[in-house]
């Protein structure tokens, strides 16, 4: 197991992340990274738009990934610190941290860069 701190990012989707701080993660290895793209990918409808029952499927799963790979939380919004994923939980703007940190676990980051 490889342990990353990564620094949240200021926009997630161009929508802007109300989060600031670091989550310590734990990374997967290239195998696992693929398993879970398998896991989360996106389908698509007839007429090849998202299908957005299916992507909010995609979104607990992802949700479920960042519960597996998140060791540490430090994390703001505005005044407000977060200590523990379960307290983030409980934000509206949770969905928006899931994204960021989710496809950092599931992308991988290059260690070139660490």
């Known amino acids: 197991m490889r342990e ?9 989707n161009e929508e802007k ?3 600031s701080g670091t989550v310590v993660l734990k990374l997967p290895k290239f195998t696992e990274r693929n398993n879970l793209l398998r ?18 499927e995609v979104l607990e799963k992802l949700v479920k990934i960042v519960q597996d790979h998140v060791l540490k939380v430090d994390v703001k919004k505005g005044e407000k610190q977060f200590l523990t994923l379960d307290e983030l939980e409980y934000d509206f703007h949770f969905s928006l941290f899931v994204l960021d940190v989710g496809m ?5 980051i290059d260690l070139g860069n660490v």
Not at 39 to 56: C, G, H, M, P, Y
Not at 104 to 108: A, E, H, K, M, R
């Open 17 to 19: 992340n109300p989060f």
């Open 104 to 108: 950092v676990i599931v992308q991988g």
């Open 4 to 12: 990353f701190t990564y620094k949240l990012k200021e926009l997630v």
């Open 39 to 56: 896991e989360i990918s996106f389908k698509r409808n007839q007429v090849n738009e998202a299908d957005v029952t299916t992507n909010l």
